[in-house]
């Protein structure tokens, strides 16, 4: 996501490096991912300390998603529990397939990012057979207006600085605000300026009473390696226009906090976990 400072197309990009670090990790064998490869047009060969980097997000937040998923997963009569994912600029993510292949898929699967983003991944998974499959019977996918839309799985187009704009497609998506609701935001939040971050968290905890809410995010411009980061992320036209409001695992907390969420832990030294409270 991006800011007016920003170039939005530079931010865009950083979704393609990510996902060619995550096929990187996986033909290393550090992670499992039978579906990335789909998503990266140039493969490219990461160094280990960048493979590692990624085994170490990757499993953090799939360990934290599949504690939400195993928690409660039936009820005392025995049915299964619903429970939706919301994953804010999702990108080329490809988790959904992933739970899909394993079996651990929720009642619902929404992701959300810009149009250009959305727009490409439709295509790409409505020309493979191995990505259709997934969605269950007749999905409909879109290529012009960017969606995908199954029982499971909803694709949408959305740039998340237009809160006004939430509210009709989490209609369109049709998320249950009173489900228990994973939302996760990757490496999101920090490049939205301050008030629209500020905003979407507290849209979040107003909508849904019963969730949790887990983003990762860069922390400490102030080190060598923070100040490396950040000089290196404006020469590509992507800075991080919240890094300065929200520098600290702290400062993140008092964003959640300060918007009525109850936050209960940080792992992995940059995992924030938010649990929203009525």
């Not at 939205?192 to 990762?216: C, D, G, M, Q, R």
Request: net charge neutral.
């Amino acid at each position: 996501m991006a800011g007016p400072s920003s170039n939005v197309g530079a931010v865009q990009a950083t979704n393609d490096d990510a996902s060619a670090s995550k096929l990187s990790c996986a033909k290393k064998g550090y992670i499992k991912d039978n579906y990335v490869q789909f998503f990266v047009r140039r493969p490219v060969k990461r160094s280990p300390i960048i493979n590692r980097g990624y085994y170490a997000r990757w499993a953090a937040l799939r360990k934290l998603l599949f504690q939400f998923l195993d928690d409660g997963a039936q009820t005392i009569e025995g049915t299964p529990l619903k429970k939706q994912v919301l994953s804010l600029g999702a990108g080329f993510d490809t988790t959904f397939f992933q739970l899909q292949e394993e079996g651990k898929a929720p009642t619902l699967y929404v992701e959300l990012d810009f149009k250009e983003v959305t727009s490409k991944k439709a295509a790409i998974i409505e020309s493979l057979e191995q990505l259709r499959n997934k969605l269950g019977n007749a999905p409909c996918i879109s290529r012009e207006r960017g969606e995908v839309h199954s029982e499971q799985y909803k694709l949408l187009p959305l740039d998340l600085r237009d809160i006004k704009d939430l509210d009709a497609v989490i209609n369109l998506a049709q998320l249950d605000p009173s489900l228990p609701t994973f939302i996760i935001a990757e490496c999101v939040l920090i490049y939205l300026e301050p008030y629209a971050s500020h905003a979407l968290v507290k849209w979040a905890a107003e909508n849904f009473s019963t969730s949790v809410f887990v983003i990762y995010e860069q922390i400490h411009p102030e080190d060598a390696f923070g100040q490396q980061m950040i000089k290196n992320l404006e020469s590509r036209g992507s800075p991080l226009l919240g890094l300065n409001d929200t520098p600290s695992l702290d400062a993140k907390e008092k964003l959640f906090t300060d918007s009525g969420w109850q936050v209960t832990r940080a792992a992995y030294g940059g995992l924030r976990i938010c649990v929203s409270v009525e």
